[in-house]
């Protein structure tokens, strides 16, 4: 191997490296279930932190998806059993430079934003609100269930050329941790 190669694989080693301890968490700091109607609900408040590379590609114009992931399943399911409801909330926050904006959008409804700070955008995005999960009737009187609920940054669904570095780089691995309640009508 020759010495530019050699020092090619230094850099993207200590460039992976290097961004373990710059990845940043996902964190629920409120969520309340409940019913509205007749149908199971969840308000959350979610902080995203991003890692130095996300605000990069953020700041140059690279939207970021986000996936909030929300299952319903019986508390005494088996792991190969079917989930009674699996939902899924994707939303895109992108930088808008020649306006100097920040956009947050719901890509279920197309329902898009603007603020002119990351911080607003980024509290905006962890707002979830009256999010229906499940039904009343779907569930039966005295059984118990459980669910469950993550957010993750959607690394599939960033521009091609940006996805290899992601796929390796813990920078690009911002998640949270999985959120359980257990519910019984």
């Known amino acids: 191997m020759n ?24 964190v629920f700091d409120r969520v309340e279930v409940g019913l509205e109607g007749s149908s199971v609900t969840i308000d959350a408040d979610i902080s995203y932190r991003l890692s130095e590379e996300a605000l990069e590609a953020l700041a140059n114009g690279v939207p970021l998806t986000f996936e909030l992931h929300v299952q319903v399943r019986s508390a005494d399911a088996w792991l190969w059993e079917a989930d009674l409801v699996e ?4 939303s895109l926050l992108r930088y ?18 603007s603020f002119a ?19 009343l009737d779907r569930l039966e009187a005295g059984s118990s269930y459980t669910l469950r609920m993550e957010t993750y940054l959607d690394v599939d669904a960033l521009p091609l050329p940006l996805r290899p570095l992601a796929y390796i780089s813990p920078a690009w691995s911002l998640d949270s941790e999985v959120w359980e309640w257990r519910l019984q009508p």
């Open 87 to 90: 939902s899924r909330l994707r």
């Open 3 to 26: 010495g530019w190669a050699g020092r090619a694989v230094l850099v993207i080693a200590a460039a992976v490296l290097g961004g373990a301890a710059a990845a940043a968490a996902f």
């Open 96 to 113: 808008h430079p020649l306006s100097s904006l920040y956009e947050v959008r719901d890509l279920g409804s197309g329902d898009k934003t």
């Open 117 to 135: 700070t990351r911080a607003a955008a980024l509290r905006e995005l962890g707002q979830v609100r009256s999010f229906p999960v499940i039904p």
